[in-house]
């Protein structure tokens, strides 16, 4: 029982509550349902760890959204929403969301360097933003698990391109691990406990 003290989390080189911010991008219905590289309820269950887990660990959250308010296309997921409370989101008619103002405005907003980006499609959506951003220094992990495209083949191709960019691909598992970090911090940890149960990540900890 002798961890280290905690390293200072703001400039700690792995993932913190404090050092990181969590990018949703595009999670409607019209995206959903093109989606052709993951089920449609495993998808929409994964984000919605990814989401309460931001929620757990006080990270803040940038939701963004395109064509809403044009009439095109659909608001955010219900079940996404209810995690994400009075969350507002970003509107945009760009594909890529780094080529909107009040998005990149968001971002810049949090203080935060590393982004953890879950978006749809993943050979859209995903992939502009993240080499956008990881052209501006900053270090950005798309979650594997909670994002797809509209086939395997292009999910899988997209998540190559960004990691030869620069990009850290994680998944909601390690996530978790790394903003927990140690077990002494016990006020997360039922909250972690029951998120992973509830996503089937694991059957117990004993």
Known sequence: ??????????????????????????????????????????????????????????????????????????????????VLGDQPAIDRTSINAWQDKDFVEAVKATGRKKLIIAALWTEACLTFPTLDALREGYDVFPVVDAVGGTSLVAHETALRRVEQAGAQLISNAQLACEWQRDWNRTDTVPGFVKILLDAGDFINLE
């Open 1 to 82: 029982m002798t961890s280290f003290p905690r390293r200072d989390p703001v400039d700690d080189q792995l993932l913190t509550p404090e050092n990181s911010a969590l990018l949703v991008i595009d999670y409607q219905p019209t995206q959903i349902n093109s989606i052709g590289s993951i089920d449609h309820h495993q998808l929409i269950n994964n984000i919605t760890v990814t989401a309460r887990l931001a929620k757990l660990y006080k990270v803040p959250i940038v939701l963004s959204t395109v064509n809403v308010q044009s009439g095109r296309n659909k608001d955010t997921i219900p079940q996404l929403k209810a």
